[in-house]
């Protein structure tokens, strides 16, 4: 690797470019900017870690051509790399993500370099990936008629779904579920035990069936994508590190707390870091999606890795809130110093807890949180109706906890599918497509032409795979190339894709969106809050927007104010348990406790200006000198209001 010295004009330099006026890089961000080898990088909520990469691309954009025509490589979970390039590397964007470079999601990498390739080299075919149920329905299908072959796996199909059928709405949901775990064993759904041994029949029968459908259907289960990747590392180990290595001299993973076991190990094979410089960059401590009920452990970062600890977000005040939530209780330093803006306790009982929201709306007024186009969010962790105990919904009963969007509305469709490609699921948005062509057939009476009647989206993926499966596959992995997953590109992409599958359908030159009533095409309104509007909280004194959503929802957002509200789930709550970081008890055995210190550090770091946390009576009891520091208000000495 090249050992680079970067100049202070060429810092500055990369200041003015990306950094307000007369701001500066702290020195541990000025540490990773300067530092061109491979290295972790824990960095803390609102750290800049995007704007540092930024730097870092820009300084490398300088010093192109690489040495053999080597490029760089940009991973994340989502295409904010790409936009983020586009907005603030203007005059560097084009080079950055020509070739010989790599910028995109960590999915549509592996699917496009190495999943493909070795799928069609192994099969002679080309492959589609289909959604989990669509995939259970073939299963089902296969196993229903071939009982020589899949009997004992069947017998023990059949046998599960039996016990469990209150877990699931129909068999192939069930089968859905299935999967095999790292030790080859069968599982279903969250359940820690197998369903069935490594070495037993019916293990041996669910691989057989999987191939069965690889290479006579030429599909697979977008879930199973990773897997056939590490196999096909696995048999080419030395020649994959070699090629993808000497490629790429530089490569960048953001967010790698969030990347699974099997996303690490398939990377950790491609790059070789005494080779090309490896960064994988992230904060272990917001690894929320990886939930409790997951086996996948959490990323820490090698010895010797560099921290960015200094904060340009939120004020010393909910820095040192913050800090004892950090598993290596590094503590946290506001570039912005003392705010003189205390975080705030709300404190309540079951009688009060309705005044919890209007309190927040007060207390917005009183510190001059006036902006009525300010970001101001109400965040919790449980949303679940089916659970009891304290929830979002008992704060205020306009939350319902879904992002529930039409689907017999085009606008409907498109928005859940750029949520979907937005949090890197492209198997979901590929099944709101094909929901969205049967509905389009509908108003335009294109019903399936073996059967006389209104196809289904399992119908249609049968369809499609027949007269389109090379041209629906690309396109579907076309979406994971976009720079931006918002209404109107992703909208652009699917007329495209729809035009050209359904040429041949309609008479020549009609285009099937001809063929639909106006009031599916409505179009949207134009409202900065469209996309939540369900969960949208419009106070009475000036008009504020406040938005309810839950900390997975927020992740990677900044806020004016933030309210964290105290939710439970099985028999403890998110704050109690949290207790135990600030020094009352000790932690318990349940991982629920770490899984929680998470979610309250990402949903209270937030904020840039002001931090409230609505907590319960009997909480507040137990938490001692916890919340000595804070402003407290007191719901229940409240009179009649």
């Keep these: 690797m090249a050992e680079w010295r970067i100049s202070s004009a060429e810092i500055q330099a990369v200041e003015n470019l990306l950094l307000p006026d007369n701001c500066h890089f702290a020195d541990d961000a000025l540490q990773v900017i300067r530092c061109w080898d491979s290295i972790d990088v824990s960095a803390c909520p609102g750290s800049g870690k995007t704007t540092v990469l930024l730097a870092k691309l820009k300084l490398l954009a300088d010093r192109m051509p690489l040495k053999n025509g080597a490029g760089i490589c940009v991973l994340s979970h989502t295409n904010i790399a790409v936009n983020e390039i586009k907005s603030k590397l203007v005059g560097y964007a084009d080079k950055l993500m020509s070739y010989p470079n790599y910028i995109g999601t960590i999915q549509s990498f ?43 796996l069947a017998y023990l199909v059949k046998s599960s779904y039996d016990n469990l059928k209150n877990m699931y709405a129909d068999q192939i949901e069930h089968v859905a579920a299935l999967y095999l775990g790292d030790n080859g064993a069968l599982y279903i759904g969250s359940q820690t035990r197998p369903l069935a041994g490594s070495q037993t029949p019916s293990v041996q029968q669910f691989n057989v069936l999987k191939d069965d459908l690889l290479r006579n259907e030429g599909i697979i289960r977008y879930r199973d994508a990773f897997q056939y990747a590490d196999t096909a590392i696995e048999e080419f180990t030395s020649q994959y590190t070699c090629l993808f290595s000497q490629r790429f001299q530089y490569v960048y993973v953001d967010e790698y ?31 929320i999606y990886n939930s409790d009920k997951e086996q996948t452990i959490d990323w820490s970062p090698i010895e010797g890795f560099l921290s960015i600890t200094s904060t340009c977000r939120y004020s010393q005040e909910i820095a040192n809130i913050l ?46 949180l006036h902006d009525v186009d300010g970001i101001y969010k109400v965040v919790g962790a449980v949303k679940k109706e089916d659970l009891s105990g304290i929830k979002i919904s008992s704060y205020w009963d306009g939350f319902d906890g879904v992002k529930q969007h039409n689907e017999y509305k085009y606008w409907g469709i498109v928005d859940e599918i750029c949520t979907q490609l937005q949090q ?83 008479p020549s030159g009609q285009s099937i969106f001809d063929s639909v009533p106006s009031h599916f095409m409505e179009e949207p309104r134009e409202s900065q809050n469209d996309r939540n509007d369900r969960n949208v909280f419009i106070e009475p004194i000036r008009g504020r927007h406040i938005q309810f959503d839950t900390v997975h929802g927020v992740k990677g957002e900044t806020h004016d104010a933030t309210l964290y509200l105290e939710t439970e789930k099985s028999r403890g709550s998110d704050i109690g348990r949290v207790l135990c970081y600030y020094g009352v008890g000790q932690p318990g055995a349940s991982s629920l406790y770490d899984y929680s210190r998470k979610i309250v550090y990402v949903g209270m770091s937030r904020p840039r200006k002001l931090l ?9 009891a137990k938490s001692k000198n916890v919340f000595q520091s804070w402003d407290k208000i007191d719901l229940r000495a409240v009179d009649d209001r």
Excluded: W
Excluded at 111 to 125: A, H, I, N, S, W
Excluded at 447 to 452: L, M, S, V
């Design 323 to 368: 800090s004892p939530l950090r598993r290596e209780k590094l503590t946290i330093k506001s570039a912005l110093g003392e705010g003189g803006l205390k975080p705030i306790l709300i404190i309540y009982d079951m009688n009060t807890i309705s005044l919890v929201l209007p309190e927040f709306v007060s207390i917005l007024e009183e510190h001059g």
């Design 257 to 287: 707390q969030d990347c699974s076991e099997t996303q690490r190990k398939i990377l950790h094979k491609l790059f070789d870091p005494t080779t090309c410089a490896v960064t994988h960059i992230g904060d272990p401590d917001q690894a």
């Design 110 to 152: 592996i699917d496009q370099f190495v999943t493909m390739p070795y799928l069609r080299q192994t099969v002679g075919r080309s492959v589609q990936l289909l959604d989990d149920r669509a995939y259970a329905q073939h299963m089902l299908h296969r196993m229903n008629t071939n009982g020589k072959v899949y009997g004992t």
């Design 424 to 506: 890197g699921k492209l198997y979901r948005a590929e099944s709101l497509i094909c929901k969205l062509i049967c509905r389009l057939f509908h108003y335009a009476g294109v019903n399936n032409a073996k059967t006389g009647r209104e196809h289904t989206p399992s119908s249609l993926r049968m369809t499609l795979k027949e007269r389109f499966n090379d041209i629906y596959a690309e396109h579907i992995l076309g979406l994971t190339q976009l720079a931006d997953y918002s209404r109107a590109p992703v909208s652009q992409a699917i007329h495209t894709m729809i035009d050209t599958l359904l040429t041949t359908t309609l």
């Design 612 to 620: 409230c946390v609505a907590i319960q009576e009997s909480t507040y």
